[in-house]
């Protein structure tokens, strides 16, 4: 079993900065691609940013050179450093992970339930 478990969100105002963290827990032998999505109320599902277990990140235009995305392969735990925060930026964020247990024989998606920034004078 394999859980994803975001922390982090929360009510900032406009300009501010904010710090998501997802830990992966489980039998987990290794980790491919991270990411980070999020929705926003009446939005589909949008990607923000991934990072790959090398280090090699992509950015959604919209936040490019406000977010940084980075991990820490030791502790299966990704990170999403949120600066020059917008009202735009308010939804449900996701944490995303290809993971393979030692019981696996492929790699599998596997999603956090969310944790919510809202973005507010």
């Known amino acids: 079993q394999v859980q994803l478990v975001e922390s982090g969100g929360g009510l900032v105002q406009p300009g501010g900065s904010v710090r998501l963290s997802c830990e992966a827990s489980g039998r987990i032998e290794s980790i491919a691609q991270m990411a980070w999505y999020r929705q926003a109320p009446g939005k589909e599902r949008e990607l923000v940013a991934g990072i790959s277990s090398g280090g090699s990140t992509n950015y959604a235009d919209s936040v490019k050179g406000r977010f940084t995305i980075s991990r820490d392969n030791a502790k299966n735990t990704v990170f999403l450093q949120m600066n020059s925060l917008k009202l735009e930026d308010t939804a449900v964020y996701y944490c995303?992970?290809?993971?393979?247990?030692?019981?696996?024989?492929?790699?599998?998606?596997?999603w956090g339930r969310g944790t919510l920034v809202t973005v507010s004078p």
């Open positions: 995303n992970a290809e993971v393979m247990t030692y019981t696996w024989s492929q790699y599998v998606e596997r």
